[in-house]
Structure formats: structure tokens, C-alpha cells
């Protein structure tokens, strides 16, 4: 039972342009989402966060907006940069939960010259 | 800081074999946990450790078992194996586990069965 879902698998985008990447959950006791960069042979690293007392959250270029009546979170890369080529997996966890972060499927972003 | 090491890094098996897989987390990190990651799936929880006990567990079959040490260094282990088990098993690493604290991942381990 996939809890976190991103639909679109793979992303292309020009350099300089935004890229967005989205992300669906269905369990209303998510109340803290992170978004992770993973690049090949290498583990996931922590790109931002959100908790569900806010809608918005900007860390330089990245900022996640979170919609919680439409249970839809969403990350904006401005403006985006060929070292954003990754794949980027969205997660969600409810905050009295210890370590069982539910993870979407990832999203292939392909940044091009 | 040294960061999450995994290893091995790559581990070839056959069917009905068993594989242990080992975590070492950042150093005063005490919450471990493990990601099995295929293709489609993304990464799904297996458990989740904390100074020596599971916390958390995931929907996998008991032939998934883990531990962890006094030290934090944790093991999964996978018995039986089936070829649905070929998959990037990933242990992260945090504090405490609280879903504030940041995870750190190791590189993973690549486990293919045949």
C-alpha cells in the first residue's frame, strides 16, 4: 500500500528554468514531509523539510509548498542547475513516529544545457 | 565526520542462501534504520533501532530480521532468500529517530540474487 506517491517518474528541464516536482500522500497522520536527492551509487541526502503547521518552507534555490486539505506536497528547484540531475524521493512521517519514514517512488529530474 | 558506511557494497547469492548485511552509523548517532530500495518502489522501510531495540517495523516477512549493538552498529539479516529480494538495501542513520531529526544514509548495499 503505496502511502506516498509521485507520479511522474522522470522530469526534463532546461537549465535556468524551474523545475516541479510533486508528490501525493493518502495517511492524514502524516504531519512532517522531507524531500531527498539521491545520486547514483550514493545514499539519499536531505534536501529540505516541511511540517504541516506550515504551507512554505525556501532554502535558497528549494522551497516545498505543501497543500494539506489536497494531501499534496510539491518542490520548486529555482533556477535549476545541472548538478540537480538526480532523482529526488519525497517522504512523509507522522512526528509521534520513530524512524518508519514512508517514501515515494522518486522522480528522475534530467537538467539539460 | 565520517558518515554511514555500509557493507559489502555489492554481495552476489543464490536462492535459498542467507546474507547478513552490516551498519555502521555516524559516530553518536543511536537510531538506525533500514530502506529496501527497487525499481518503482522506491525505498521501503524494513525497521527501525534504537539503543538496541526495534522500534519500528515494516511489512516484510519474518525472513527480514535485524539487531543492533551496544555500540549502534546494526545488522539486517535475510534468510531463504528469493530472487524478489535483489534490491539496494540502504541504512540511515539519526540521533534519536524523531521524524525532526535529520537522516543520514550510507551508499547502500547491492544485493543480487540469483
Known amino acids: 500500500d503505496q502511502q506516498v506517491k509521485q507520479n511522474s517518474p522522470s522530469l526534463s528541464v532546461q537549465e535556468g528554468r524551474i523545475s516541479i516536482l510533486n508528490c501525493d500522500y493518502t495517511n492524514s497522520m502524516f504531519d512532517y514531509f522531507l524531500w531527498y536527492k539521491k545520486y547514483p551509487a550514493e545514499g539519499p541526502t536531505f534536501l529540505i523539510s516541511i511540517s504541516s503547521i506550515k504551507d512554505k518552507n525556501e532554502d535558497g534555490r528549494f522551497t516545498v509548498f505543501l497543500n494539506k486539505s489536497a494531501k499534496h506536497l510539491s518542490l520548486h528547484i529555482v533556477p535549476s542547475q545541472p548538478g540537480d540531475s538526480a532523482v529526488y524521493f519525497c517522504a512523509a512521517i507522522p512526528t509521534d513516529s520513530w524512524g518508519k519514514f514512508q517514501f515515494g517512488a522518486g522522480t528522475q529530474v534530467v537538467v539539460t544545457p | 565526520k565520517a558518515g554511514v558506511t555500509q557493507t559489502p557494497r555489492y554481495l552476489i547469492k543464490t536462492r535459498g542462501q542467507q546474507v547478513t548485511l552490516s551498519c555502521s552509523p555516524i559516530?553518536?548517532?543511536?537510531?538506525v534504520s533500514w530502506y529496501q530500495q527497487t525499481p518503482g518502489q522506491g525505498l521501503q522501510f524494513l525497521f527501525e533501532y534504537f539503543s538496541e531495540t526495534q522500534r519500528n517495523k515494516g511489512n516484510f516477512p519474518g525472513r527480514f530480521s535485524g539487531r543492533q549493538f551496544s555500540n549502534s552498529r546494526s545488522e539486517m539479516n535475510v534468510s531463504t532468500l528469493e530472487l524478489g529480494d535483489s534490491a539496494l538495501y540502504l541504512c540511515?542513520?539519526?540521533?534519536?529517530?524523531?521524524?525532526?531529526?535529520?537522516?543520514?544514509f550510507g551508499p547502500g548495499t547491492r544485493l543480487t540474487v540469483l
Open positions: 540511515a542513520s539519526s540521533l534519536s529517530g524523531r521524524a525532526t531529526d535529520t537522516q543520514y
Open positions: 559516530s553518536g548517532h543511536r537510531s
